[in-house]
């Protein structure tokens, strides 16, 4: 089937440890998306690429960083400079950045730092 | 400043009942897209409907459709006959040409029986 797989579903990190959330894409999408979503509150941009070894910061950059070396795959890191990285991460894809394409989501993975 | 305003936190509506959501946006484009997303409490983020900016009328898609007021830049979600399965979060998002997604705050629905 194709989709948007995140993983793990479920992340726990110790303070000052760098962790990397890993989303594949199997739809031959161009962009790709990552957000934060914390309780109760709206989704915010974290990163986002239109084409492979490309890559813009999003609303909320600072504290994670991101490659996209292949189409299928944009793993975001969050490294121990994020101050509070407890929330719940989606990562996202759309065939274009034009205005029509809907973007498709992963299941998300909750992170939670111990 | 905001790109995207949904100012009712929580709404609740009676089963069978209609509900609207409400929706308002920011952009000094002409040309644009506007997203109606639904979360429920499993996390998963499901689209449901697409307006863009060009198009004269109102998207519908089942039981969802969008009142657009491109004047008052406003871009409403209209339920009809609400059911307990469309208890969930509901998001309005904004694509500019050539951009990213934006997303707003939020509203969470609760139908009652």
Redesign the interface.
Known sequence: DGGITQSPKYLFRKEGQNVTLSCEQNLNHDAM?W?RQDP??????IY?SQIVNDF?K?DIAEGYSVSREKKESFPLTVTSAQKNPTA?Y?C?S?IS?????????G??T?LTVV | AQKITQTQPGMFVQEKEAVTLDCTYDTSDQSYGLFWYKQPSSGEMIFLIYQGSYDEQNATEGRYSLNFQKARKSANLVISASQLGDSAMYFCALREYGNKLVFGAGTILRVKS
Request: charged share 15%; hydrophobic share 35%; proline share 0%.
């Open positions: 998306y957000y109760g509150q709206g989704l915010r941009l986002y813009q999003g719940f989606l996202a759309s950045l034009r205005v029509n394409t809907e973007a498709f989501f299941q998300g909750r």
